[in-house]
């Protein structure tokens, strides 16, 4: 036993030296011209090195391509350029063959796995970044959804994490706007927890919950003697991809994004918890316009306070009243603002939410090279330069990305809605108490801390 043990650690191990192998030439090469520019003043085809960037990584699975769309969603947390071809990864990689499916299905449920399934497609529905997905057939006739997680993804992270702390530290050692080590570690925590299927199995279920009551929003339902924790099947879910209604007749695309809306913020001003991944993929229309939620790897839990300064500062900014703002920012965590910063933060904060304070229907803003707040992140990246820069609370990594990644969506789609009417409605009877005791409720019911 103790050998077989140390077999498997050699083999982890060599994994992860492969893995630094292929990613750490690249990120290199991203850190030598970074500090080309810094320590001797060289110039930089920023987007011919990204493009290059892109292509060396375009074969990789794992946790680069989701740390490319999660950092592209933080004001600047790495140059543009790299941002954006870390993003595009996404899309690249293509899944993986039938015979690390055998091996996976068989290492999950044993020797005589495919007995268990009345069909099993061979070709993946779907390839995301940490793992697959097959459609199946059971005995009983239920179409189910299999995911299958890709081989040392621990390794993958370990070895990607590593890096990626290497480019923030070289960046922000000549850039001061964004202090990214809670960063870093909130992108640490989250992605070891999307490993874990056993947990997203709970986050399923949780959701289930959340939103019971909730007719327009439909969440897969989890097999349990089908699931490990590498291995997680649930119901199958038909739907369209939300960008095939792009064209629709506007009362379609407001019932999309009206529905989409409830999905993502019901939880999260009812239970203080969101869905922390809102890509194209983990979504789809049903014909009569409600909404599949998909992929409960990423959920984030928040503190009711947190919510709270939510609201907070979305009153603040009704009334204008700077030192609500500044209880707000404090509540989330900012420390020793001075009056430059906190101007700074306005200006992210009123383009937020800006949507809500308006009482009109209106589509919810534009995209800015096909960016939602583009502009007005650089903006905001460069004033933080002038006044020294601030440590982001980890918080915002994923309630940042939810609100960008949903405006981009509601953008696509071109929806008019008053969201004021929407938001207000929502938050008519917050109390973070009781936030705080329904959180509890929930979490309890599935075991999740």
């Known amino acids: 036993m103790t050998r077989q043990k140390s077999d498997r650690e050699k083999g982890k191990l060599g994994q992860r030296v492969k893995r630094y192998g292929q990613v750490s030439t690249t990120m290199a090469g991203v850190a030598a011209k970074m500090a080309g520019e810094k320590f001797l003043g060289l110039k930089t085809d920023r987007e011919k090195h990204a493009g290059e960037l892109l292509q060396a990584l375009g074969t990789l699975k794992g946790p680069l391509m989701k740390v490319g769309q999660i950092l592209s969603t933080i004001p600047e947390a790495l140059p543009p350029e790299y941002a954006r071809a870390l993003q595009n990864l996404q899309s690249n990689a293509p899944p993986m063959g039938w015979p690390f499916v055998k091996r996976r299905m068989k290492a999950e449920l044993g020797e005589d796995w495919e007995t268990k399934f009345k069909s099993f497609d061979r070709e993946a529905s779907a390839a995301a970044s940490l793992g697959q997905v097959h459609k199946a057939v059971l005995h009983d006739g239920q179409t189910v959804a299999c995911k299958l997680q890709y081989p040392d993804m621990d390794s993958a992270i370990a070895a990607d994490l590593s890096q990626l702390k290497l480019i923030f530290s070289l960046y922000e050692s000549y850039d001061k706007a964004i202090k990214t080590g809670d960063i870093h570690h ?3 925590d989250r992605l070891y927890e999307e490993l874990d299927y056993e947990r997203e199995a709970k986050h399923s279920r949780l959701y289930e919950f959340m939103l019971r009551d909730e007719a327009n929003v439909h969440v897969p339902h989890v097999i349990p003697e089908f699931s490990t924790k590498r291995l997680l099947t649930a119901t199958w879910l038909d739907g369209e991809k939300i960008l095939e209604f792009k064209s629709a007749p506007v009362e379609v695309r407001n019932d999309i994004a009206y529905n989409m809306f409830r999905a993502w913020y019901v939880p999260l001003y009812y239970y203080g918890i969101i869905h922390g991944d809102p890509h194209l993929g983990n979504y789809s229309v049903r014909k009569d316009h409600s909404i599949n939620l998909l992929d409960f790897g990423c959920v984030r839990v ?12 979305y009153r603040a900014l009704q009334k204008d009243d700077t030192s609500l703002a500044v ?8 420390k020793n603002l001075n009056k430059d910063q906190i101007e700074t933060l306005l200006i992210w904060a009123r383009f937020l939410y800006d949507p809500l304070l308006d009482d009109t229907r209106r589509v919810i803003g534009k ?11 650089r903006e905001v990246h460069q004033r933080l330069r002038e006044v020294g820069g601030v440590s982001v609370p ?24 008053n969201w004021h009417r929407i938001f207000e409605e929502l938050i008519e009877d917050f109390n973070e108490k009781d936030l705080e005791n329904r959180q509890k409720e929930a979490l309890g019911r599935f075991d999740l801390k």
């Open 186 to 188: 909130e992108l640490k």
């Open 367 to 377: 995209a800015e090279q096909g960016v939602y707040g583009r502009e007005t992140v």
């Open 327 to 334: 209880h707000a920012f404090e509540t989330w965590g900012f």
């Open 394 to 417: 980890r918080e915002f990594v994923f309630m940042d990305r939810a609100a960008l990644g949903l405006g981009s969506v509601f953008i696509h789609l071109q929806a008019e809605i």
């Open 302 to 313: 928040f503190p009711s306070a947190f919510i709270g300064g939510v609201i907070n500062l």
